[in-house]
């Protein structure tokens, strides 16, 4: 288990470094998911809070405290 908390520190890591390189003209940019417009802003909102989602799911069926931003 520790090396899956682990591994999930290090994902977030390196989503925190991707993200501080995006330009600022960048994050309005508009590609496509599934047919649907979705900005490079939206994206990263939707990456945090599907860590959190994971996070709540390691707090209710372990019983651990987990750290989300």
Not at 1 to 26: G, M, S, T, Y
Not at 36 to 59: D, E, M
């Amino acid at each position: 288990f520790a090396n899956l908390i682990h591994e999930l520190e290090l994902l977030r890591h390196a989503n925190e470094l991707l993200l501080r390189r995006i330009k600022p003209a960048c994050w309005d940019q508009v590609g496509s998911v599934d047919g649907s417009p979705i900005s490079v802003r939206v994206i990263a909102w939707v990456c945090a809070g599907h860590l959190a989602h994971h996070c709540k799911i390691i707090q209710s069926r372990c019983g651990i405290e987990t750290m989300t931003k």
